[in-house]
């Protein structure tokens, strides 16, 4: 488990924020609690949004 720690992305974010003085522990929560919200948000926005129609499924994919 430590193993995979050391290379997840926001551990690696904490470091370099609490490493290089461009903010603390709070800080590091702040934008924490901020991610979680837009990700939150995004996932509500997909749950609540109508599936795409099959004939969609290769617009803007292809070149014709």
């Given amino acids: 488990m430590e ?3 050391k290379r997840d992305p926001l ?4 470091e370099t924020i609490v ?3 461009l903010g603390g522990e709070a800080d590091f ?3 924490e609690r901020e991610v979680g ?3 939150a948000a995004a ?4 749950e609540e949004s109508p599936f795409p129609s099959l004939s ?3 617009a803007d994919v292809l070149q014709e």
Avoid at 11 to 14: A, G, M
Avoid at 43 to 46: G, I, K, L, S
Wanted: no cysteine; net charge positive; aromatic share 8%.
């Fill in 11 to 14: 551990f690696l974010l904490k």
């Fill in 29 to 31: 929560k702040r934008l």
């Fill in 19 to 21: 490493t290089n003085q």
């Fill in 56 to 58: 969609s499924l290769h």
């Fill in 43 to 46: 996932v509500a926005f997909a």
């Fill in 37 to 39: 919200d837009v990700v």
């Fill in 3 to 5: 193993e995979h720690r």
